[in-house]
């Protein structure tokens, strides 16, 4: 979520960047896992794939004042 391009980064991500440790569930299973930031490289590769799966984000990124961080989350 992009708290829709407001001004400021929503409260989930400021708190993964304060904590990024997470547990995820996928249908029944349930795993830790770790999040961090893309880098830019990989915020840009993967963009177009965001905008394809939820096409909103694209009007959310040119409406902020602000980059729409991308979070990485990897199975620990």
Same mark, same amino acid.
């Given at each position: 979520m992009t708290a829709s391009g407001a001004d400021r980064h929503p409260a989930w991500y400021l708190n993964l960047a304060a904590d990024p440790a997470v547990t995820l569930q996928v249908g029944t299973e349930t795993f830790p896992a770790i999040t961090r930031r893309a880098t830019p490289a990989e915020a840009d590769r993967l963009w177009p794939a965001v905008v394809a799966?939820?096409?909103?984000? %694209? /009007?959310? $990124?040119? %409406? /902020?004042? $602000?980059?729409?961080?991308?979070?990485?989350?990897?199975?620990?």
């Open positions: 799966a939820m096409p909103s984000y %694209a /009007a959310y $990124r040119a %409406a /902020a004042d $602000r980059e729409i961080p991308l979070v990485l989350v990897t199975r620990t």
